[in-house]
């Protein structure tokens, strides 16, 4: 399974930002998850099934992940973005027990 991630940018705080993620194969979860310079990578969003969604603390009002199963697709639409969001954004997707991560889309927030 390969992972396509795209929709990083720049933008101001409080500026809004949807990133995707497309899969090249049938997958049984994907997930978002991100990393700020000189932090560790910590999950964001996760969307195992149509129904399921959950979110970290730090997102919960702001983001949204969501997930078409038809184009194995998972999206991230990202609102009210603060500098702290500032990172590298990487899915995850899970596929016959393993993992497989895509190559990242870098989220700049300015102040």
């Known amino acids: 399974v390969q992972l396509q991630a795209s929709g990083g940018g720049v933008v101001q705080t409080g500026g809004s930002l949807r990133l995707s993620c497309v899969a090249s194969g049938r997958v049984a979860s994907l997930t978002w998850y991100r990393q700020a310079p000189g932090e560790e990578r910590e999950l964001v969003a996760h969307v195992p099934s149509a129904s399921n969604t959950q979110y970290a603390d730090f997102v919960k009002g702001r983001f949204t992940i969501s997930r078409d199963f038809a184009k194995d697709t998972v999206y991230l639409q990202m609102n009210n973005l603060k500098p702290e969001d500032t990172g590298v954004y990487y899915c995850?997707?899970?596929?016959?027990?393993?993992?497989?991560w895509g190559q990242g889309t870098l989220v700049t927030v300015s102040s």
């Open positions: 995850r997707a899970v596929s016959n027990w393993k993992n497989y």
